[in-house]
């Protein structure tokens, strides 16, 4: 048991490694997967060059790795066509919303990388604890926000079916909003974790 949850980051890895494989087999629409799979790319690459210099703790791992998944498998279905059946029925009467969930999941796995970034401001000893919260929190809104400006842009240049799938707002006029507000509540939960597990006296 300790060898597997030393080796956690490795075996995150290879089953990324394995699901990208997937995810590009046939998928939905291969323009959507070029444009859905590339920052996935850039952040699993970045973690991979990055590791022999800085280590992340395996909850920090595990916390990346749940939006990195997420969006896999978003990118060979498309996020409106992802089978996610009973996440919308458990979903659908407390958003109040007939639509496929899964990308507000996706958003808010996307909040859980305020984690690793307050580990790293911390380890790293670059603030204190509590502006390592804020900063975290406000980096990941402002990600959120400049993504969610990527996709209006990507919508508008390519157009048509791929555009709209790509932007995933299903016909919903706030759905850039919901994502942010998703994203946001994403990272809350995750910093609330984090000082939980690592209390004031970790770093100092």
């Known amino acids: 048991m300790a060898e597997t949850i030393r080796r956690l980051p490795v075996i995150l890895a290879i089953f990324l490694t394995a699901l990208s494989v997937w995810s590009g087999i046939s998928p939905f629409s291969r323009a959507v997967w070029y444009a859905e799979v590339t920052p996935?790319?850039?952040?699993?690459g970045a973690l991979l060059v990055t590791y022999p210099r800085?280590?992340?703790?395996?909850?920090?791992?595990f916390c990346m790795s749940l939006w990195l998944t997420l969006h896999l498998i978003g990118a060979h279905y498309t996020f409106e066509h992802v089978p996610f059946q009973w996440g919308n029925r458990l979903l659908a009467g407390w958003l109040g919303e007939e639509r496929n969930h899964f990308d507000r999941v996706a958003h808010y796995a996307i909040g859980f990388y305020s984690f690793p970034?307050?580990?790293?401001?911390?380890r790293r000893h670059l603030t204190g604890p509590v502006i390592a919260g804020f900063f975290s929190l406000f980096f990941i809104m402002s990600v959120a926000a400049g993504y969610e400006l990527i996709e209006w842009q990507y919508a508008?240049?390519?157009g048509g079916e791929e555009g709209a799938a790509f932007l995933g707002s299903q016909g919903d006029i706030w759905d850039a909003q919901k994502d942010i507000f998703a994203d946001t509540l994403g990272a809350v939960t995750a910093l609330v974790l984090f000082y939980l597990i690592h209390p004031r006296k970790s770093f100092s």
């Open 117 to 122: 970034m307050a580990e790293f401001l911390l």
């Open 156 to 158: 508008v240049i390519a």
């Open 54 to 61: 800085f280590q992340f703790s395996n909850t920090a791992y």
């Open 40 to 44: 996935v790319f850039i952040v699993f």
